[in-house]
């Protein structure tokens, strides 16, 4: 008889399996939420400090009161960010990264510095995607 324990014929359980590219991970549900344009934008933002809701709304040009909203209740979910109410008349509230949140959008900075150094590239691909169908 073996000391060794048995192992499940089945593979492991699917809680411990982490694929993105797998439709039931909770990699990927995160993934796609980190990964919409105002979630990517508040990321960078907060990485940026913490924000009342209304700096980090004139930070993000474009964004709705209410988009905004629900990207920072989906953030807050993903445990990607804080929602912090400070006792103060009128009452505030302040948003900031934790850890986790904090290590997304570091990588997300990244991304975006690269993207910012490659404006003209893209910018030169996109007049030539231009004069080619035009």
Request: aromatic share 6%; with cysteine.
């Amino acid at each position: 008889m073996s000391d060794m324990p048995a192992q499940d014929p089945a593979g492991p359980t699917q809680e411990f399996v982490s694929d993105v590219f797998a439709r039931g991970c909770t990699s990927r549900a995160a993934f796609e939420d980190v990964t919409s344009k105002w979630a990517s934008l508040a990321l960078l933002a907060l990485g940026e400090g913490r924000y009342r809701f209304n700096a980090l709304r004139r930070r993000i040009d474009g964004v709705s009161e209410r988009m905004l909203s629900q990207t920072l209740q989906t953030l807050e979910r993903d445990g990607m960010l804080t929602r912090e109410v400070l006792t103060a008349i009128p009452p505030r509230v302040e948003y900031s990264l934790t850890p986790l949140g904090a290590r997304v959008a570091e990588q997300l900075r990244g991304l975006a510095d690269l993207l910012e150094a490659s404006v003209p590239e893209l910018q030169t691909a996109r007049d030539s995607r231009e004069r080619d169908q035009g």
